[in-house]
């Protein structure tokens, strides 16, 4: 009896935790929207990252609609999801340069109202209502998770190509990671597949991610110098974090990036007492990690 109760009060555990784990991730990018805020200008971010999270909150809050049992818990979270991200889109829109507000107005249109769409309508007339219906939604909402979950195979790359884990935090790493277990659990004791398989992924890259950050935590950062080869620094960028396969990976990097958006050369002045002479010296600020101005992360429920 006591078993029998147990067994139905754990998926209900595991799904508020979740909820809560989830709700805090979803908080992260919250700095550099002040920032963006206080300096009345984006910076250099990009929507994308906010864009895509939309997206994906927007499919598992559809999925969870369309589950006859066992969806409110992801409902809760992805209808929060959907608000915070709108939040945070509405604020890029309103402090966007005229270029970066229409191609975020285009990424909108195109991703979060035509595909979104285009899902809504596909799954409605041309799939029967009820569990096969659930099904093809959930086999969508799986693929576009563990293609998110790939992402941070490009920040691990990152860390182990400059030693440095300035840019992977351990405490974003953990909660990641304890994120996908709880919602692993949860799919898993309401035999919920499409919810538990993406997350198995989740935590396999979060303890990835905690094994480099303790190999790497006392490493000295390596940094690409301005003199560089253009097409050694470009590719040195380009492996930061792949948008095409996107998810916001790493979001509390985001503030520290902010500024480090751009290469600088600044000149500083040195005197030097033995000669009497001034010798001109340069302080070089180097991108170590350019996602397009932000390394970020997307919470995945499901």
């Known amino acids: 009896m006591a078993f029998h109760a147990a067994h139905h009060l754990l998926p209900s555990i595991f799904g508020i935790l979740g909820n809560i784990i989830s709700f805090c991730v979803f908080l992260a990018p919250v700095p550099t929207f002040y920032s963006i805020c206080k300096k009345k200008s984006t910076q250099g971010f990009q929507s994308v990252p906010y864009s895509v999270a939309l997206f994906s909150c927007m499919l598992l809050l559809f999925y969870g609609y369309l589950k006859t049992e066992n969806g409110m818990m992801i ?15 509405v604020v890029f829109l309103i402090y966007a340069t005229r270029k970066s507000l229409i191609s975020t107005v285009k990424l909108l249109v195109l991703f979060n109202i035509l595909s979104f769409g285009l899902i809504l309508v596909t799954t409605r007339y041309a799939t029967n209502p009820g569990p096969k219906r659930v099904a093809v939604v959930g086999w969508i909402c799986a693929v576009f998770s563990v293609c998110v979950f790939a992402a941070p195979l490009s920040i691990m790359r990152l860390v182990i190509k400059t030693k440095s884990v300035e840019y992977m935090p351990f405490s ?18 309401i035999k919920d597949y499409y919810v538990a398989t993406p997350n198995v992924l989740g935590f396999a890259f979060g303890i990835a991610q905690m094994i480099l950050y303790m190999i790497y935590k006392d490493k000295k950062k390596q940094v690409i110098p301005m003199g560089q080869p253009k097409g050694e ?18 979001e509390k990097a985001v503030v ?5 958006l ?32 932000e390394k970020t992360v997307i919470p995945s429920i499901g």
């Open 262 to 293: 751009e290469m600088q050369e600044k000149p500083v002045v040195a005197g030097d007492e033995a000669g009497g002479r001034k010798k001109e010296e340069f302080a070089f600020k180097v991108v170590c990690l350019d996602l397009d101005g």
């Open 233 to 250: 620094a470009a590719a040195a960028a380009a492996t930061v974090v792949d948008l095409g396969a996107i998810l916001e990976m790493q």
């Open 75 to 89: 409902i809760t979270i992805n209808s929060i999801g959907c608000a915070i991200e709108t939040a945070y889109l």
């Open 172 to 189: 974003l790493s953990l909660c990641l990671t304890l994120c996908a277990v709880m919602w692993f659990f949860y799919g898993l004791l």
């Open 256 to 260: 520290e990036i902010g500024a480090e």
